[in-house]
């Protein structure tokens, strides 16, 4: 059964970078796509951006100019880096795979809350 | 940016009762049209894509019509476990979400 587990800091100060990790166990990362999604506390969600197991990637135009989604195929890992967060950047973060037979999330993390703080 | 509008926000269904959840895009997506469950502290769940067929393991109690711009979720016949937010996805060009339907227990 493949299960994500995002990690990293739950505090993030206004105008610094926020960056998340999301760990694959139970089945390879290669051959996926993958993703980042946000939900703000009590609102709907918002995609970020997609990467293959190859490194190639695709991201919401709203967020691009500060969205990097890099993959570590060696730890079975990928990642996730916002530059210059506000407040609107706070949010429960997923991780999610993508099946291969329709290209959508088949197998999400459980979600990590994001504060952006000072 | 396609916008992507539910109705209502917030419906009110009596258990065994039949839900009927609308989703618009703000221009054609085809059939481009995703549905997600999502209860409270978990992920979303993908229950139908292609704006009819069920994802693996959904029942037959939930699905999904509609093409182009307008698109409709029906439940039914509400089951306890049913109550929950539903949010619409259209995956024509990127990815943008709805706002979400409630629906909550009468």
């Known amino acids: 059964q493949v299960q994500l587990q995002e990690s990293g800091p739950g505090l993030v100060k206004p105008s610094e970078t926020l960056s998340l990790t999301c760990t694959v166990s139970?089945?390879?990362?290669?051959?996926?796509?993958w993703s980042w999604i946000r939900q703000p506390p009590g609102k709907g969600l918002e995609w970020i951006g997609n990467?293959?197991?190859?490194?190639?990637?695709n991201y919401n135009p709203s967020l691009k100019s500060r969205v990097t989604i890099s993959v570590d195929t060696s730890k079975n890992q990928f990642s996730l880096k916002l530059s210059s967060v506000t407040a609107a950047d706070t949010a429960v973060y997923y991780c999610?795979?993508?099946?291969?037979?329709?290209?959508?999330?088949?197998?999400w993390g459980q979600g990590t809350l994001v504060t952006v703080s000072s | 940016e396609i916008v992507m509008t539910q109705s209502p926000a917030t419906l009110s269904v009596s258990p065994g009762e039949r839900a009927t959840l609308s989703c618009r895009a703000s221009?054609?997506?085809?059939?481009?049209l995703v549905w997600y469950q999502q209860k409270p502290g978990q992920a979303p769940r993908l229950l139908i894509y292609?704006?009819?067929t069920r994802a693996t393991g959904i029942p037959a109690r939930f699905s999904g019509s509609g093409s182009g711009t307008e698109f409709t979720l029906t439940i039914s016949s509400l089951q306890s476990e049913d109550f929950a937010v539903y949010y619409c996805?259209?995956?024509?060009?990127?990815?943008?979400f709805g706002q979400g339907t409630k629906v909550e227990i009468k």
């Open positions: 999610a795979r993508l099946s291969r037979a329709v290209a959508l999330p088949d197998y």
């Open positions: 139970g089945g390879s990362i290669s051959g996926y796509y």
């Open positions: 990467i293959y197991s190859s490194g190639s990637t």
């Open positions: 221009q054609s997506v085809s059939s481009d």
């Open positions: 292609g704006a009819s």
């Open positions: 996805q259209q995956d024509n060009d990127w990815w943008t």
